[in-house]
């Protein structure tokens, strides 16, 4: 199987709660130096299966982090975006939920959400640094 049919796959895995996403090409790239792609699980020496067990444990895809995705916070009447929380929060991206929505989704008090998505009844007008409510 060419490479190329495999590119942009993942394969996604869920285990107590966790998710992880397996970059394909990679471990296809992996199996292949070893002469593992067409090889049948059974037909596999221990050895082999050991082999193939770290090599998929050793192509993670940046698509999901391993310790899964970090939830936005408020620290401190701070909002807080982890570098890794989910791209659904990332009001700074196209597809990103609103300032708005996280803040309500949090629970936040209104002082904090007045701070970071102020009162706009103007059209066009958006908050201080750019941001969406």
Do not use: N
């Not at 596999?44 to 939830?71: F, K, N, R």
């Not at 975006?81 to 008090?109: I, K, N, V």
């Amino acid at each position: 199987m060419p490479l190329a049919y495999l590119r942009g796959y993942r394969l996604q895995a869920k285990k107590e709660g966790q998710e992880a996403v397996i970059d394909l090409p990679s471990l296809a790239e992996k199996l292949m130096a070893r002469r593992l792609m067409d090889k049948s699980f059974f037909s596999m020496t221990h050895e082999e299966v050991i082999y193939l067990c770290e090599a998929v444990l050793s192509c993670p895809s940046d698509a999901v982090p391993v310790d899964g995705w970090q939830p936005p916070r408020i620290e401190r009447g701070e909002l807080i975006f982890p570098a890794d929380c989910h791209p659904q929060y990332r009001w700074w991206t196209p597809g990103g939920r609103s300032l708005r929505q996280t803040l309500a989704e949090l629970g936040a008090p209104e002082e904090i959400v007045a701070r970071y998505v102020p009162d706009r009844r103007g059209l066009g007008a958006r908050p201080k640094g750019g941001a969406r409510d």
